[in-house]
């Protein structure tokens, strides 16, 4: 892989890189690769040696990695795939096996956020026990308001051309 861990010196660049530092990405690197074994069912060097060709992330940090950067980065697949050396479909397949076993390390560990309940009580118990609640509101669909004054008030006037 083009994009290596050697290549991220500073604090700052492991958190634009991953979203971590570098001392919580070495935290979660034991749990990422005890759920690879966990879901697939054996080690990731048993796995390769099974592939065909040389593949581009040869290592459980190597995945991580990759992962957290194609999430932080937002890049299509095959933008993607050329800042890693892949291509995009390779890339494509790459992100969806490490979202799979970051996800099952995030549940395994307790971190994975509580995204459905089956019913208001079990709501509001979870509710006492944790007491933050993140909402990602920041595109939601609002009706044009019907009231002049008001719409006034509510537009961001962003559509305005500009002299």
């Avoid at 991953?18 to 069912?41: C, M, W």
């Avoid at 937002?74 to 799979?100: C, F, H, I, P, W």
Wanted: aromatic content about 10%; some cysteine; hydrophobic content about 30%.
């Amino acid at each position: 892989m083009k994009l290596s861990i050697t290549d991220i010196k500073t604090d700052r660049q492991w958190r634009s890189a991953t979203g971590l530092d570098k001392k919580r990405f070495h935290i979660l690197l034991p749990f990422f690769e005890r759920s690879y074994q966990e879901v697939l069912g054996q080690p990731l060097q048993e796995r390769q040696s099974e592939c065909p060709d040389q593949p581009r992330l040869g290592s459980y940090e190597d995945l991580l990695l990759y992962t957290l950067f194609s999430l932080k980065s937002g890049l299509t697949y095959d933008l993607l795939g050329l800042v890693t050396g892949m291509d995009g479909s390779t890339a494509k397949r790459n992100q969806e096996l490490g979202l799979r076993i970051l996800k099952h390390t995030l549940v395994a560990t307790g971190h994975a956020p509580k995204r459905e309940f089956k019913s208001p009580e079990e709501f509001q118990d979870y509710f006492e026990r944790h007491k933050t609640l993140i909402i990602d509101a920041t595109e939601q669909r609002t009706k044009r308001p019907g009231d002049q004054q008001y719409q006034k008030h509510m537009y961001s006037g962003k559509k305005n051309p500009t002299p």
